[in-house]
């Protein structure tokens, strides 16, 4: 079966850094994906890991440990566009599964 | 926009009506998904399909109905509707089913009345 477990809400101030957390349980397992949702709209694509260690993109991180089933994302030089909803997403056999996400407030 | 276009944006139907809803990607991708996303809610994965098969129904009620005539196209049909059905609605593409990034439309949001 599958398992997602990830903070409901964080809340951060500009300009710092946060982390977000993810652990998971998957039958099958071809990496795991970051995205990003903002409220109303539809889910954006932000990274994605399929071996162990850290992958960078600009602001954004995302590490992966397989063998701990645990991922992060590390949010950099955080600004006010980036409250959003990021969700945790591990690739198992045919299936994309999301966790609940979790809820990043940024404020001055 | 993400190359995935869904139709309509908005619905609003009876638990007697029949409607359905379009999904159409331009991306050349192989594998097509809808997911249901309820507030508070995670998103739901509903139905997978692979080169235009079903490889996937999460445990979804018989009142919905998806179709895949080819590649580009996939739709969901809804008939008989309860109103915990209404939420929105999200369809996706991914080049594969194994290590590639899934393209969100930007979903139909359903209300059943």
């Known amino acids: 079966g599958q398992n997602i477990d990830q903070p409901t809400e964080m809340t951060a101030t500009e300009g710092a850094i946060v982390q977000i957390n993810c652990t998971y349980q998957?039958?099958?397992?071809?990496?795991l994906f970051w995205y990003q949702q903002h409220a109303g709209e539809a889910p954006t694509f932000l990274s994605y890991?399929?071996?162990?260690g850290l992958e960078e993109k600009g602001r954004f991180s995302s590490f992966l440990s397989r063998s701990k089933g645990y991922s992060y994302l590390l949010l950099k030089e955080l600004q006010m566009k980036d409250s959003a909803s990021y969700l945790c997403a591990p690739r198992g056999y045919n299936k994309l599964i999301f966790g609940a996400g979790t809820r990043l407030a940024v404020h001055p | 926009e993400t190359g995935v276009t869904q139709t309509p944006r908005h619905l609003v139907m009876g638990m007697t009506n029949k409607k359905s809803l379009k999904c159409e990607q331009h991306l050349g991708h192989n594998a097509m998904y809808w997911y249901k996303q309820s507030a508070k809610k995670p998103l739901e994965l509903m139905f997978v399909y692979s080169l235009e098969e079903r490889v996937e129904n999460n445990s979804v009620p018989s009142r919905f109905s998806p179709e895949c005539p080819n590649s580009s196209h996939l739709f969901l049909h809804l008939h008989t509707l309860q109103p915990e059905d209404s939420a929105l609605y999200l369809c996706a593409s991914s080049q594969d089913l194994k290590n590639t990034e899934a393209f969100f439309g930007q979903g139909t949001r359903l209300t059943v009345v």
């Open positions: 998957t039958s099958g397992f071809n990496g």
């Open positions: 890991n399929v071996l162990d």
